[in-house]
């Protein structure tokens, strides 16, 4: 991946790094789901949590 030339050698360093880039993105999407979900916006509710779901994924992609 990305980050595969030895970058992210540890354990630990994944760890952090997944955490550091995962914290912006669950902030951001928790706040738009929740305000969707509660003005009854089903649809765009669903899209925020698909779009954090794929940027986890390239996350985890792009440090594996």
């Not at 790094?17 to 669903?46: C, M």
């Amino acid at each position: 991946a990305f980050l595969a030339d030895g970058f992210v050698e540890s354990p630990l360093t994944f760890a952090a790094l997944n955490g550091i880039l995962h914290w912006p993105i669950d902030w951001i999407s928790s706040r738009l789901a929740g305000k969707y979900h509660r003005e009854g916006r089903l649809y765009a509710f669903w899209k925020v949590i698909g779009l954090d779901q794929l940027a986890h994924m390239t996350c985890l992609i792009l440090l594996a």
